[in-house]
């Protein structure tokens, strides 16, 4: 995105709803506009020199989704997330309280041309998610206060105190991949080893 | 006498009161008074580069995820809910074809200190820290 932001799209707060209690969170949004990498990274054109791949690099199909999601918490599962470093680049330089979550929705998408539409339903069963509240950047060091009396997170997380090591849920054909899967499979996004459940 | 007009008149009132404004499901980015600013960490993917974005998850994965810990977030000095989860289901396109299709869908709704120009008048564009609020999915 020439703003830097990674397929991040800004909608109003009355796409997501989140239940009183927090536990649950759904989004619904319609007819969104989306690109069609086909793979990440996107494709380069073969016209392209080597020394342009930087300037104009790739092919890009303009579509819209549409999608309902759900996310849910798990009970039991909640952490406490401090930040590990000082290091801006890190990846640990957070807060926030966090639980494991599970989400399933359905989907449809349409190129704008035309020429393409398919529609589906996901689930996370087996996979990695979680939702809960965070703080990074400038709301890291000065609210890191704002936690310490948080006696539900501190008692889970001395009962599990390498959380953050837990054993995997993602199983040995996910991480081999999906070779097993008869089918086309279509990676919306990026390279993440996700179990495949049907 | 009635006017000619007095019928398209009615019909013209009766829309404005009962319709309902078509408002864009998206706000573009680059069109906010108040700029999100990227994670300023994330992967470096060859040959794409560095994309903002970490992706959590447990250890031993071919390809491996971040750390178990990472921050799930795209967005910087932001405050806020955030939800997100690998999944995976079943497609099918317009010609009957099925596939698998696997996401990444993430949710940040929350206050963010972001950019905002400062002087648009006198300088090229010049930040400066400002704070907003929104809701943002990363797709």
Redesign the interface.
Known sequence: ?????????????S??E?SPD?NT?T?H??????VDAFR??PP?PNNIAPDE??ISPYQLIRAR?S?D?T?SKTQGTA?H?RP?TD????????A?K?WD?????S?SVAYDDGT?????????AG?????????????VRR?EEEDDGDAEAQAQQSQSSL????????SKL?????AK?P???????????????? | MRSRLGYPLVLLILLLLFSVPL?P??????N?KV????????DI?P???L????????????????????????????????????????????SG?????????R???GEY?GGETADPVNTAGATR?ARAR??????
């Open positions: 995105m020439p703003n830097g932001l990674f397929w991040i799209v800004k909608v109003p707060d796409a997501v989140i927090g969170l989004i949004l319609e007819n969104v506009p989306v990440f990274p380069v791949i930087n989704a999608f999601i996310y952490r997330i590990a290091d801006p680049l890190s990846p640990l330089n957070w926030g966090m979550a599970t989400n399933s929705g989907f393409f539409s398919a529609s589906g339903t996901f689930d996370s996979n990695f998610g979680e939702m809960g509240k965070e703080r990074n950047g400038f709301f609210d959380l953050s090591l837990k054993p995997t849920q993602v996910a991480a081999s991949g999906i899967q089918e086309k499979v279509v990676l919306l996004k990026e390279r993440v080893p996700v179990k495949v459940s049907h | 408002r499901q998206i706000e573009p980015i680059a906010l700029l999100p600013i990227p994670l300023p960490g994330g993917f040959p794409y580069g994309y903002n974005q970490f992706f959590p998850g447990p250890p031993n994965q071919t390809p491996p995820f971040d750390p178990m810990n990472s921050d799930p977030h795209g967005i910087t000095n932001f405050r806020g809910v955030t939800a997100m989860g690998y999944t995976s289901g079943p497609a099918t396109d317009d074809n099925a596939y698998t299709v696997i996401t990444d869908i949710v940040y709704q200190v820290s929104g809701t943002f999915v990363e797709i």
